[in-house]
């Protein structure tokens, strides 16, 4: 239950700002019906024949490729999804001039859907893709559409711009999202476990005053002295 107090200690933290920055991941789209990956009803809960990391990772990318795509196919596409009232309170202040950067390790697009400009995707989006051959770019359709392994003109096989485990994340997604924790003097954490490197580590990088945590269950990062909200994160921010 979600008391009157925290709404009123967040709303307070959120007019002191001059410079909000937010770091989310899975939990945030949940309110949309796509499955994060620790919750009880949680990708990782489910049974596949190879645990979902595995699968998600660049080495079964490259020796299971139609295995993947099975799996990608069926539970990593959710195009109609639509942004929830998380989305749309982040957009909406993003636009007021209040928040300068949404953070986020999702892949899932709903963030821009939802009107937000500056999206920092740690780990892509499923929305690009592009041949490993010669880098020619994709649309999601293309994967949809395709059966098996989706392969380009030049025979080169079609990759999700997702960064699979065992991949690096991208350079400049990295710098610019550390320099906008960096800037923040408020950050918002939201709809994340804090369980997968580095993201996680990038928010070592704030150095502003408060830091508000909103996510059912506590994080896998000691958070004391911040201001915690124990609660589903569209439900708390429609109430800001
Ligand atoms: P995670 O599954 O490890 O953790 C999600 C956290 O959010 C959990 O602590 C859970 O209790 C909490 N949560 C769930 N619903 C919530 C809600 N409505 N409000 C507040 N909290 C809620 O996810 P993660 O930390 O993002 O890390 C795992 C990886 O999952 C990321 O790398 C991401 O790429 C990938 N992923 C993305 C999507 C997506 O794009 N929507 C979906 C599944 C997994």
New binding site residues.
């Given amino acids: 239950m979600i008391s009157e107090a925290e709404i009123a200690n967040l709303r307070r933290l959120i007019e002191r700002s001059r410079r909000m920055v937010f770091f989310g ?7 949309s019906g ?6 009880q009803d ?2 990782y809960k489910q049974k596949y024949k190879y645990p979902p990391e595995t699968i998600l990772s660049h080495t079964f990318f490259a020796e299971h490729t139609e295995e993947f795509y099975e799996f990608y196919r069926a539970k990593m596409l959710c195009l109609d999804a639509m942004p929830n009232a998380a989305h749309y309170k982040l957009a909406q202040w993003e636009k007021e001039g209040k928040l300068s950067a949404v953070i986020t ?4 697009g709903l963030h821009q859907k939802a009107g937000s400009k500056n999206v920092l995707e740690l ?1 892509g989006s499923v929305w690009r893709n592009h041949c490993v051959r010669c880098g020619m770019g994709y649309p999601v359709q293309k994967i949809v559409k395709s059966k098996g392994v989706p392969h380009c003109p030049c025979g080169g096989v079609i990759k999700p711009d997702v960064v699979l485990y065992e991949e690096p994340l991208d350079q400049d997604v990295l710098n610019r999202s550390v320099e906008e924790i960096r800037r923040a003097d408020l950050m918002i954490i ?7 490197y580095p ?1 996680a580590s990038l928010v070592d990088f704030f150095r502003g005053d408060n830091i508000a945590v ?4 506590a ?1 896998a990062k000691d958070m004391r002295g911040v201001l915690f909200i124990d ?4 439900e708390v921010l429609s109430m800001i």
């Fill in positions: 991941g899975a939990g945030v789209s949940t309110e796509i499955p994060d990956f620790r919750s949680g990708l390790q999702n892949i899932d780990h939201g709809g994340t476990s804090l369980n997968v993201a909103i996510n059912r269950g994080p609660g589903k994160i569209g």
